[in-house]
């Protein structure tokens, strides 16, 4: 367990819906991130925050939004979906900004199904 | 920009034998390096990072990587894989830039393995 927790586990939606997923970061852990993870795309980054604010945006989509409140949780709203947005969607946190010795920890994914 | 490569994306081996997994990196300076694990269903644990010092590091579950500088590797190895090693594996670079990390995972490698 590495002390990162998302929901929900699942979330099955259709075409052109919106939905939120949550996490929370662990204990102590100032920074989040979110992956995006696909059978052909990998795994990729989307967006990280600090403390509330922004500080990186990866391969994020116009419809895809994310931010980070006061208790530090964060949200992924995903927008207007579409058929290729189905995949596991990672949340991970780390103590600092990023800096030098900072690993991330990795939540156990909501997996998005679109219909 | 850093890119990582990991050029097997299925590897089958033999309960009991040994285990390399390759990864190469692109990055114009030393990167930070890391290893992750991710059981079916799973999110990734962190087996191993390196990021200066002895370029031999250890890690959970008796993995070891070694990072060789004149060939940009950072390969995974295990001298006795378990049955339960199979999983995928993930290589990753991270780098700092404006006070944030940015990590770039791999592919993934994928291990089987068999009685």
Known sequence: DSGVTQTPKHLITATGQRVTLRCSPRSGDLSVYWYQQSLDQGLQFLIQYYNGEERAKGNILERFSAQQFPDLHSELNLSSLELGDSALYFCASSHGSGGTTNEQFFGPGTRLTVL | ?????????????????????????SYGATPYLFWYVQSPGQGLQLLLKYFSGDTLVQGIKGFEAEFKRSQSSF?????????????????????TSGGYQKVTFGIGTKLQVIP
Do not use: M
């Open chain 2, 75 to 95: 390969n995974l190895r295990k001298p006795s894989v378990h049955w339960s090693d199979a999983a995928e594996y993930f290589c990753a670079v991270g780098t």
């Open chain 2, 1 to 25: 920009a850093q890119s990582v490569t990991q050029p097997d994306i299925h590897i089958t081996v033999s309960e009991g034998a040994s285990l390399e997994l390759r990864c190469n990196y």
